[in-house]
């Protein structure tokens, strides 16, 4: 639910590093965001997510300013870069608390991640504390109708990835919810995935549904090897 009819410029007014002159998102859309190493996805999800100041005005979610709107908390979830604090030494049910814990949500998705809440935040492997993390933001908030993933499922196993994107598409089914995944793990996309946005050099390079058939890594695999072949040439 990200509207910009504006040109995103990051940093307010210092030099631009991502332009976007227009973009919509609508509810229930399962938006994948990709493109090669430095294209700009992770600033864009960024903004989206309230994360980067940018001028006012310039980019909302149903129409509250993304940055400035503390409102949106409640209904825009955002993750992005891992937990680094990996010497806290409390259970997983400690960091989240007893009272989320005990929640229909909660209890669903530490099946769908097969979280354990008597895990030690300390004790965690890297695709263990990125579960949790997933179950920490997911939970804070019953509302949520946006989800913005950077890469958020690299670390977990094929099976919870799987799940935690069934889920994903049921939240999109069922209550309207959109999602913005970006990713460089294509595989399994193509029936999960409603629409396609590939970015380069800051500026998305195609906008396009994934229609029955559609083969997201060929096509996706034939853009990157396009601007790669550009960049060979220059």
Known sequence: MYHSDKLIVEGGYRSASIKVD???????????????????????????????LIPQGNVTIFKRDCFNDCKLASLVCYIGDRWNDHFIDVTIAEFIGEYICNGRRCLELCEILQVDLSWRVSQLSDGQRRRCQILSAFTSSEEFLVYILDETTSDLDIVSRERL???????AESRGACVLYASHILDGLDEWATRLVYMEDGNIAHDVPVKTGMDIYR?????????????TRK
Do not use: P
């Open 22 to 52: 227009k973009l919509q998102i609508d509810r229930g859309e399962l938006v994948l965001c990709c493109g090669v190493n430095g294209a700009g996805k992770s600033t864009l999800l960024s903004i989206i997510g309230g994360r980067k």
């Open 165 to 171: 994107l069934g889920w994903l598409k049921n939240e």
């Open 219 to 231: 096509t996706v695999r034939d853009w990157m090897i396009a601007k790669y072949s550009v960049s």
